[in-house]
């Protein structure tokens, strides 16, 4: 049996470890400014959240220790409950109606839409409601959803209905519609990013082995789809399980969500009860997001 040293190759070589150490030096230093970035702005704002969530108040001040009433009074109230189940109620339908409608503009838009320029136009005139507030848009609701507006009066004069109907504004409808129209975009975005990569020779090649249009779109495209539709219900659940300003327009105050629940406790000056239910609002996205997570690899989008 030989030795490194009598077969003439060093036991280790000082330049290469050198090398290795000043790579990963580098390395190093090309991540420090982002992780002081994400340390600064996401890691220390939640870890003050969660410190807060421990402390008394009363109407003036807080009380800094380590209490744990907030979490008892937040998960003991069944108001707390219902007003969890409302929100996840409008995550879920807006999350499928988005899916659906997202789906099918990018559908449209990536395999009926033969020139990129074209495909381009289209997809920046889906992105000119953007460039007004979402509060603009929501108000834009108001004159064709209210009693007195465009689908009413037309209703009316059409003899459809006798009166105006009353739940199309100031409801759960009128909610789920902003949301639908504010956040339909997120969905469209990241699942024509995912069709516009699949190789059309795939298709070509169901379609010359004799597999229907249905079955190419549910076993070839579908699938392929899958990641940019995980991200798409990302953006959609964060989204509509953070919004309030939707929730309190749009019902006109008869409907509640957890991001508006907190944002009465603030005005209120409760801001450790706030932040009881931020932790808990946090824990529950970070679930619904592990499940899409563990459903589908969006690594592939990535």
């Known amino acids: 049996m030989t030795t490194p040293a009598a077969s003439g190759i060093p036991a280790s070589d000082p330049k290469r470890s050198g090398r290795k150490l000043t790579g990963r030096m580098i390395s190093y230093l090309q991540a420090l400014p982002l992780a002081v970035i994400l340390g600064i702005f996401l890691v220390f704002p939640l870890l003050m959240i969660l410190i807060v969530s421990f402390w008394d108040y009363d109407f003036a001040l807080m009380y800094p220790g380590f209490y744990t009433f907030n979490y008892a009074e937040t998960l003991g109230s069944w108001v707390t409950w219902k007003t969890y189940l409302n929100t996840l109620k409008y995550a879920v339908i807006v999350w499928g109606l988005t ?99 699949i190789d059309r020779a795939l298709i070509e090649a169901a379609r010359d082995a004799g597999a229907s249009s249905m079955q190419i779109l549910t076993n070839v495209i579908l699938p392929l789809a899958k990641p940019g539709m995980a991200i798409g219900s990302i ?68």
């Not at 997202?102 to 020139?115: D, E, K, Q, S």
């Open 99 to 197: 899916l659906v409608i997202g789906f099918w503009v990018a559908y449209f838009l990536a395999f009926h839409i033969r020139t990129a320029a074209m495909q381009t136009v289209l997809f920046l005139v889906c992105t000119v409601p953007f460039l007004t507030s979402n509060i603009i848009r929501m108000i834009s609701w108001i004159p064709v959803l209210g009693r007195h507006g465009l689908v009413n009066t037309g209703l009316v004069k059409l003899g459809i209905v006798d009166q105006p109907v009353e739940w199309l504004l100031y409801s759960d409808f009128a909610v789920i519609l902003a949301m639908v129209h504010l956040y339909t975009l997120f969905m469209v975005t990241p699942i024509f990013n995912s069709l516009i990569r």
């Open 235 to 302: 953006f959609v659940v964060t989204l509509v399980m953070a919004d309030f300003i939707t929730v309190l327009v749009m019902s006109g105050g008869q409907s509640a969500s957890v991001a508006l629940m907190m944002k009465n406790q603030m005005s209120l000056l409760q801001y450790p009860g706030a932040a009881a239910n931020a932790v808990l609002l946090l824990i529950v996205v970070l679930m619904m997001v592990a499940g899409i997570l563990r459903i589908v690899d969006i690594r592939k989008e990535l």
